[in-house]
């Protein structure tokens, strides 16, 4: 039975209601699987509306449909593959589920962006996908397989939430941990190994440019997501952005070999922004990895919020004044740096001892040779429900005259903070 919304939807001209749906689409085809048929038969004779696309049966069979009064593939505007959840389907399913979602996808020629949710959300009965190696061979694998995978530019991954009842009770049907365990293991003499094993034979976009992992929860065991940072590192010749957003406990930093260390990989030479957001106790860990980003230009790291961030910033001169991050010196290409604000230093202009503090790191990092140094922004956070959020910060401009120079500093505000 059709609903009263629905009725009205369908009684408008074509052109209005084209046009009503054409706002509905643009960010989210999902929503149309709420509508009627014969709904969906007025929003799907315009492809043209369709950019961004929720991987579903519903959504996936729309576009593979007959209907439509265009000769090109239905999807040949969409440029945004999502695959999220299901509200209806169990976890033992969950891998036929998206083998059938990936048999699909014929109709989206010009793809250009994935964005990959893992995770388990057991409430309302919403489960999100496991991140395993299962999960991980099957996706992009399959996808490997469609024209449009070797202009993949965007690569999102976001693991959510995961409720330990959830775990203990279908821990055997996710593998959650011992599908990963190929990826680490510890030999003889007690030396941390790594193998990539199936993951090293799944093929990976060729020409990624950006690339995000997002964790929303601290994992439970050390190598819970060594399978994805696993698959970031075949784009070590064409990544341009790289963002870590992460949650890890103390022993985590293992499972990060992949991505961190610079001991037998490749540095990433192309990558240009870097993003690092996560809980990671070792120091050293951060000193290893700029050797493995010499040309990064722009820099946000936050620390976790296990880290006094005094401590973890601080490093000390000769003379015994502090100086901020001495690993970033190594970058010599940085131009821009997004760093927490040390807990003793206001964000103030008129904090004339902060900003001294400051300077003085300043003076270090361009003295070591990061002549392209333009502004370093140092932010003061608030504790987010899984990370801290930049509340407000003081930026420091680097003004160059022929060979002197001098610092400039004013307040800003988030927005201002992100802008690259």
Known sequence: MTSPTS?????????????????LSLNDVKSLSLCSKRSRRLALAAPDFFRTLHINPTSVNAFNSDLGISNLPRGYKVRHLIFTSTNLVEPESIVEYFRLCLSGLHPFVNVTSITINYGFLHYA?????????????????????????????????????????????????????SQNCEFMGINEGGQITYSLGVIGMTP??????????????????????????????????????LDLSLMLKSYSPYALKPILLSEGYKPYTALRELVI??????????????????????????????????????DYLDDG????????CALKNLRKVVLPLPRNCGCEESDCNSLRALGKGVKVWIDAGLDKLEKAIFAKY??????????????????????DWELRWRNVSI???YVT
Not at 136 to 165: C, M, R
Not at 288 to 299: D, G, Q, R
Not at 321 to 328: A, C, D, K, T
């Open 7 to 23: 009725a009205s939807i369908e009684s408008l001209p074509l052109e209005l209601a084209l046009s009503i749906f054409s706002i």
């Open 125 to 177: 009965r919403r489960i999100f996908l496991a991140p395993d190696k299962r999960l991980i061979q099957l996706i992009f694998t399959s996808l490997s397989k469609y024209p449009f995978y070797p202009n993949v530019k965007a690569l999102k991954i976001v693991v959510g939430n995961v409720e330990t009842d959830w775990k203990r009770r279908y821990g055997r049907l996710s593998g959650f941990s």
């Open 204 to 241: 990976f976009p060729p020409a990624l440019e950006e690339a995000s992992i997002t964790t929303t929860f601290e994992s439970w065991y050390h190598d819970d997501h060594a399978a994805l940072f696993s698959v970031i590192r075949y784009g070590t010749s064409t990544l341009k952005k």
């Open 277 to 314: 957001n996560f809980d990671i106790e070792e120091y050293g860990y951060f000193r290893k990895f700029v050797k493995m980003v010499p040309n990064v230009e722009t820099l946000r790291f936050v620390p976790g919020r296990s880290l006094n961030r005094r401590h973890f910033l601080m």
């Open 321 to 328: 004044s502090e100086y901020i991050m001495p690993s970033i």
């Open 382 to 403: 608030n504790q987010g429900k899984h990370r801290p959020k930049i509340i407000i910060g003081i930026e420091c401009s680097v003004l160059r005259k022929e060979e």
């Open 415 to 417: 927005p201002d903070i």
